[in-house]
């Protein structure tokens, strides 16, 4: 997750991992470090930073996931050469990244809210219109075409909630 600022989408880029960047203007339950001081702002400064969403607490290819991406990071920051990090700590990279921007966010009017089905996480939904969660008589439903969901729960339901996030592809 890059933020807004184009440098830190560049450095994503520059990585080469992980297959989906998001671009999101920040989360409405908190500021996230990636968007303190000179990393959030669009001043003269060229200081990058990249929030990783590494997998399930606990899961043991999160732990790969974030060696391989520390690495990668040390490497495009000029702090060691590729060929200094240890095999065993890097990971297939994607053949492509695919950048998605998010527009928009679902929030829960109540504990009643329901998905239409059972949504995953960067499912990609072709069509506009497409009616995603109903709570109450509020309907959900895609914005625009080729949305690509973020992130879809119910775990933590309850008014005010965002229960996803909506984005379009930026390429």
Same mark, same amino acid.
């Given at each position: 997750? /890059?933020?807004?600022? &184009? @440098?830190?989408?560049?450095?994503?880029?520059?990585?080469?991992?992980?297959?989906?960047? =998001?671009?999101?203007?920040?989360? @409405?339950?908190?500021?996230? $470090?990636?968007?303190?001081?000179?990393?959030?702002?669009?001043?003269? /400064?060229? +200081?990058?930073?990249?929030?990783?969403?590494?997998?399930?607490?606990?899961?043991?290819?999160?732990?790969?996931?974030? !060696?391989?991406? &520390? &690495?990668?990071? *040390?490497?495009?920051?000029? #702090?060691?050469? =590729?060929?200094? !990090?240890?095999?065993?700590?890097?990971?297939?990279?994607?053949?492509? %990244? !695919?950048?998605?921007?998010? /527009?928009? +966010?679902?929030? +829960?009017?109540?504990?009643? *809210? @329901?998905?239409?089905?059972?949504? %995953?996480?960067?499912?990609?939904?072709?069509?506009?219109?497409?009616? *995603?969660?109903?709570?109450?008589?509020?309907?959900?439903?895609?914005?625009?075409?080729? #949305?690509? *969901?973020? $992130?879809?729960?119910?775990?933590?339901?309850? +008014?005010?909630?965002?229960?996803?996030?909506? &984005?379009?592809? =930026?390429?």
């Amino acid at each position: 997750m /890059t933020g807004l600022q &184009a @440098r830190n989408l560049a450095l994503a880029k520059q990585i080469g991992a992980p297959k989906h960047i =998001m671009v999101d203007a920040g989360h @409405r339950e908190g500021v996230r $470090m990636r968007d303190h001081g000179h990393f959030g702002s669009d001043s003269a /400064t060229q +200081a990058c930073a990249l929030l990783v969403e590494c997998g399930f607490h606990g899961d043991t290819s999160s732990r790969d996931v974030a !060696i391989d991406m &520390a &690495a990668r990071f *040390l490497v495009a920051s000029g #702090c060691v050469e =590729m060929q200094q !990090i240890p095999a065993n700590w890097l990971q297939s990279l994607p053949r492509n %990244q !695919i950048a998605v921007k998010v /527009t928009d +966010a679902v929030l +829960a009017q109540s504990k009643g *809210l @329901r998905f239409e089905q059972n949504w %995953q996480g960067l499912q990609h939904i072709p069509l506009a219109g497409t009616v *995603l969660a109903r709570d109450g008589q509020e309907v959900y439903a895609t914005p625009y075409d080729d #949305c690509t *969901l973020v $992130m879809p729960s119910l775990r933590q339901l309850r +008014a005010g909630v965002t229960v996803v996030r909506l &984005a379009q592809c =930026m390429e």
